[in-house]
């Protein structure tokens, strides 16, 4: 069983996603951003697709099959 993630929200409004640490997360700076060890991710569909698949959730909340 994969751990859970821990969420580490940049406070944007003080422009936090700016700086020179999220931008090693995140080269776009915008939020949300995953980082899962040495891997990083933007864009929330595509952090979505990810953590439904790596965490196997029921595939009501994010199914494969995109038609579903
Ligand atoms: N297409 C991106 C949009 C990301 C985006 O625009 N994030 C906004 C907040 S909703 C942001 O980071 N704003 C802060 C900034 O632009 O400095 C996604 O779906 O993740």
Redesign the pocket.
Known sequence: MPSRAQPRLPR?RGGQ?HSDGFGKVNVL????ALKDGDFTL????AILAYLSQKYKTPDHWYPLDMKK
């Open positions: 944007t996603q700076r915008k939020v949300p933007a864009e929330s569909p």
